[in-house]
């Protein structure tokens, strides 16, 4: 199986769209954080010019932290679209390739094939949001230094030094799962069809849907809305509350991983049943 998952990953960092991925994050963070290092000053002062006549604001506030929040805040939502340009494009690029019989010859099940591809594909996932853990967080803290976070979720929060680190641990952790989701969703349309472009736009017209759903203000909606896995999606922001909402976290992982193991186990049924004609 290690063997499988190994061959499965070279597949995957051979072609050229695994890279657009960690291309367009380390392009992005860049960009981000030289217009923060000309203009950081200015959005600390906006940002806490409803306080500044009340409270007198000390230490380092504009630094690394805050800069990975904003990175995470305005990169998360948008990196589903680079999760299923592979996403889509593991079994679909069999069936393209015509490599089908040549792939199931071999002496392995059909339940692995589709379980290192499956595998090999999490990891991937993983490493871009290592990547982006790296560039955002990382980087920044190099450039910017580190010192209190300032939140401002609904209400202004400042968390102290010492008491951030984790909360990103576990942002990313939850980004992780939440991407993963995405993944699986793209991997199952990636079984029913022979051109990696639909998977892709199947996926994503899938999350825009839920999306636009889940803010039209309808009852009806309101109550589908806790079933969208896109509803649960974003609650790494979570861990930049204060209190932290354990048991909200917490029940929208579960809810993300029933997703990630409903799609895998049906992905994998089709395939075992799939008739591979080419």
Known sequence: MILLIKIELLKIFRKWRTYIGFFAIGVLVIIIQTALYFTGEGYIKSLTRGFQESFIMVGNLFNGYLVANLVLNG?????????????????????????????LTRPVSRLKVVSAKFIAGIIYVFLLIVWLAILSLGVSCLLFGTGELIS?????????RDDVLWRFAGAYGFSILSMTTVFALSYFFSSLVENAIGPIVATMAVIIIFLILSAIPIDFLKDLSPYFFTTHMVHWASFFNDPVDYKEIIESAIVLFGHILALYCITAYLFIKKDILS
């Open 152 to 160: 401002f979720s609904g209400k202004l929060i400042i968390f102290s």
């Open 75 to 103: 990169l998360v939502i948008h990196i589903p679209f680079l999760i299923v340009l592979v996403g889509g494009d593991l079994l679909a690029s069999e069936a393209t390739a015509g490599t089908y019989r040549m792939l």
